[in-house]
Nanobody
Framework: QVQLVESGGGLVQAGGSLRLSCAAS????????MGWFRQAPGKEREFVAA????????YYAGSTKGRFTISRDNAKNTVWLQMNSLKPEDTAVYYC?????????????????WGQGTQVTVSS
């Protein structure tokens, strides 16, 4: 089993920044690719960014590329999502997820474990 705990969400004005953290425990963290997803009220969960098990490769959704940065530290069992130039449409609950298939994917169905989520609200 893997436990994922997100933190760092909050309320920020448009144009501001937030840094989300996801702390993992349980199964070997360095064996998994990690992803961030988000879900706004009334919408489906959507892909934000993913990072390979080594951290060497990253993958972003078109809407976040250039504004968000995903990173990880396997020694700390932690993955981060740095979010800059935030927009009101970025408002959502943000989830981290672990994929022990070690693929770099944007599909929610490929991820094996999920955190509880952290709320991000961007005011205009």
């Amino acid at each position: 089993q893997v436990q994922l705990v997100e933190s760092g969400g909050g309320l920020v004005q448009a144009g501001g920044s937030l840094r989300l953290s996801c702390a993992a425990s349980g199964r070997t963290f360095s064996s998994s690719a990690m992803g961030w997803f988000r879900q706004a009220p009334g919408k489906e969960r959507e892909f934000v960014a993913a990072i390979s098990w080594s951290g060497d490769n990253t993958y972003y959704a078109g809407s976040t590329k250039g504004r968000f940065t995903i990173s990880r530290d396997n020694a700390k069992n932690t993955v981060w999502l740095q979010m800059n130039s935030l927009k009101p449409e970025d408002t959502a609950v943000y989830y981290c997820a672990a994929d022990y298939g070690r693929s770099l994917t944007d599909s929610v169905y490929e991820y094996d474990y999920w955190g509880q989520g952290t709320q991000v609200t961007v005011s205009s």
